[in-house]
């Protein structure tokens, strides 16, 4: 990694810079940027991005490093916003067993206990990282238990009033959508041609939003697979339709131009200029 500062995107109030073991501080020094979410609640950014398929599954554990469940689902607005975490908890503090829709800005994605910050270009693999439940158990236990039944077969929470448990609110998941679905949604452009398929997304998490789908491109005017990454705000999204799909108002030929996106490449910790390669400026023209 970079020995340059992380900057996040959103107000940066404060920098601490934490000096590694001794066997590498003579190389490197990781920097540790605390920002405020829109809510105000205090986050740790230790990678600036992480992909959906490396967050889903992740140990969650608390402030005492009890191990809390693990991140079953992500639920996103159509803006990409990530709005809640779904994951199953039971036998944590003398909780019973169900599944719970935590607020994502109650999470915080940290180093899990005994993994020393990398050192410059050093890779650390996701499996270092943890996802922090800020709350207590007895938030956890007033919340109810979450409804799966509110998501229709794509994943999406279409309507406030279907049939749900009695003690079970649905509306503050309407119009929401399960992360995990993305994956293998087409891609149709303006013709209504199929022109891909949804393969990750990148999820930003000093914003906790989903910046980009990773898509695969491929058998269009002959050219081969292609994967390249697409920002969140170029696609449009209806859930609610049977077939799955995302509508890419962009021109085949200049997809065929779209920088690749090298999943070989993607190592962790990630910086906040990862795009800089030429994918920012490239849809920022489309």
Do not use: C, H
């Amino acid at each position: 990694m970079a020995t340059e500062e992380m900057t996040p995107t959103v107000e940066v109030i404060a920098t601490e810079e934490i000096t590694p073991t001794v066997e590498a501080e003579a190389t490197a020094v990781m920097t540790e940027t605390e920002t405020i979410t829109d809510t105000g609640t205090m986050t740790t950014t230790v990678t600036q991005a992480i992909l959906a398929s490396d967050l889903v599954g992740m140990d969650i554990s608390n402030d005492e490093g009890d191990e809390v469940g693990e991140v079953g689902e992500l639920l996103v607005d159509e803006d990409g916003t990530v709005q809640y975490v779904v994951f199953d908890v039971g036998g944590f503090l003398g909780i019973g067993e169900k599944s719970v829709a935590v607020t994502w800005d109650e999470m915080e994605i940290q180093l899990e206990d005994g993994v020393e910050p990398p050192a410059a270009d050093e890779e650390i693999s996701p499996d270092d990282f943890t996802v922090k439940y800020t709350g207590v158990a007895a938030d956890l236990e007033a919340l109810p238990d979450f409804d799966i039944s509110i998501l229709d077969e794509n994943g999406y929470v279409v309507d406030e009033d279907m049939d749900t448990a009695d003690d079970f609110d649905a509306t503050p998941y309407t119009g929401l959508v399960e992360v995990g679905e993305f994956q293998d949604y087409n891609l149709m452009n303006s013709a209504g041609e199929d022109v891909g398929e949804v393969e990750d997304l990148v999820v930003d998490l000093s914003e906790g939003q989903v910046n980009y789908t990773v898509v695969d491109f491929g058998g269009f005017l002959g050219a081969g697979e292609t994967t390249v990454a697409v920002p969140w705000d170029q696609l449009e999204l209806d859930a609610t339709d049977e077939d799955e799909t995302f509508m890419l108002d962009v021109a085949q030929p200049d997809l065929e131009e779209a920088p690749v996106f090298d999943f070989d490449a993607w190592t962790y910790p990630v910086e906040p200029d990862w795009d800089a390669d030429g994918t920012r400026t490239f849809w920022e023209t489309q």
